[in-house]
């Protein structure tokens, strides 16, 4: 809950310069109010087809182009501080004329955000999901495509316990990825969630469960 709150923020804060829109794909249809005071005024939700993961994401550009946007960003829901100019960047990389496809990579290997103006299947076929192949993949197909490729900011997504002390490390103690080039967004709601678990982590540990608590944070 917390991430999807802070990326719908991250989001809304591009939106509210004007020129794009904020929108969930979920799935599964009929559980709206799951989404019911988590979302910033304005936002839509679309309903998510069903299929392997590339043919949801392919689904979904097609089904938000339909919409009559202009373009798409999908963006993922374990990366709430990805920095917000990187969102912005990929809004005017897409505004500019001609085809393009705009990824923005994460650490592992995968990526946190895909841009395109056309929903180009290729891009989403043969894809060996969840591996570290996945963004190389990507821009092979895309160039297969004749395709140009912008590259975002490398970023990283929360999906196991490494990530997510990189995650407390950025929040709590303000400490940059080692591989960014810029700062993250601020993740609020994540960021104060974070901060009660170690509190209440130290508080159960006791004393020393609590030095020790300090000493991973270093």
Known sequence: ICF???TAENIDAVVDEGGAAGLVCYTP?????????????????????????????????EDILACGFGAVCLIDSDSPT???????????????PGD?????????????????KRAHAGVFEGISWSTASVFAETVRRAGA???EVVELPLWYDVDDAATLTLLEEELLLDRRPAFATTDGYDAEHTRQF?????????VNAGPAGAAA???RGR
Request: hydrophobic share 40%; no cysteine; proline share 2%.
């Open 4 to 6: 999807l709150r802070d």
């Open 29 to 61: 249809v009929g559980e709206e109010s799951v989404f019911d005071r988590l979302l910033p005024a304005g936002f839509g939700l679309i309903g998510q087809r069903e299929g392997d993961f590339g043919q949801r994401l392919l689904g979904a550009v």
């Open 82 to 96: 990805v920095p917000t100019e990187a969102l912005r960047r990929a809004v005017r990389e897409l505004e500019r």
């Open 100 to 116: 393009r496809v705009v990824l923005g990579g994460s650490e592992d290997g995968g990526y946190y955000l895909i841009g395109l």
């Open 145 to 147: 495509a004749g395709l």
């Open 194 to 202: 974070l901060a009660e678990r170690m509190r209440a982590m130290e």
């Open 213 to 215: 608590a300090r000493e």
